[in-house]
């Protein structure tokens, strides 16, 4: 295993001939997709790795400066195809890694079949003639209390993000992942993604985007993935789900799971 698989704690399973890769959002790792990945292991090589500052990795390997913006994140899922010498897959990301695989995408299009995107945004903060779902003081009042404490921020943070009750199996799977974290790596990670901004690269993706959105998500709006939809250069494809919560794969798997499946084998040409 190569420094950068041992790294992420890569791992390759199933026996097809094609490449698709699960990248988890903020505060959960690759366990997240424990409800899809049995249903892919006859068709596909499924790689699963953890994004750095994940309560999996090795703190010591979090870079400060190299993940204050998505783009460190990019260069490291490009390194991780790069090793594993994958040269096109389908790319499922949720949250922030839907993003980061935009990004990673528009460096290297070939490397990507097409992109799948659940719970994805392009930018947290409201803006002129833009409603991402949050204004400025409402991220400070939440990196305040993460700061002031982590351990009681994630009691209340988990099950609004998931839309459950703390007994409910999803968010006890989240809170989990979550507690997991390094809380000043936390801190970080979150900071990264809510202010990030690549509305305007949007226009340079090129490869095929499916984008899938609960109907009502704490993180983002509905009308984010319409934007999305209107914004991305290549073709693409908007589904809303009649699912709840920021992590619908855990909390709704039996919706989630067949709509995944229904997307990572549909062709987009197919929808035009």
Known sequence: MGI???????????????????????????????????????????????????????????????????????????????????????????????????????????????IIMISASPRYLNDMEYFGGFEQEDLDQLFNAMAANYKAWCSGFAPMAVGGDMESVAVQEFSRTLFNMRPDIALSVLQTIFQSDIRQILNLVSVPCHIIQSMKDLAVPVVVAEYLHQHIGGDSIVEVMSTEGHLPQLSSPDIVVPMLLKHIRLDIATRH
């Open 4 to 114: 950068v698989e041992e790294a992420h704690n890569v791992k390759v399973l199933g026996s097809g001939t094609r490449h698709i890769v699960l990248a988890h959002g903020f505060g959960t790792d690759q366990s997240v997709w424990k409800h899809l990945v049995p249903y892919l292991l006859d068709e596909f090589r499924v790689v699963l790795y953890d994004n750095m500052g994940a309560g999996t990795t090795n703190p010591d390997y979090f870079d400060f400066e190299r993940y204050s913006t998505l783009e460190g994140y990019a260069h490291d899922l490009l390194a991780i195809l790069e090793e594993l010498r994958v040269d096109s897959c389908i790319f499922v990301g949720h949250s922030v890694s839907a993003m980061i695989g935009t990004i990673a995408s528009i460096s290297r299009p070939e490397l990507f079949a097409k």
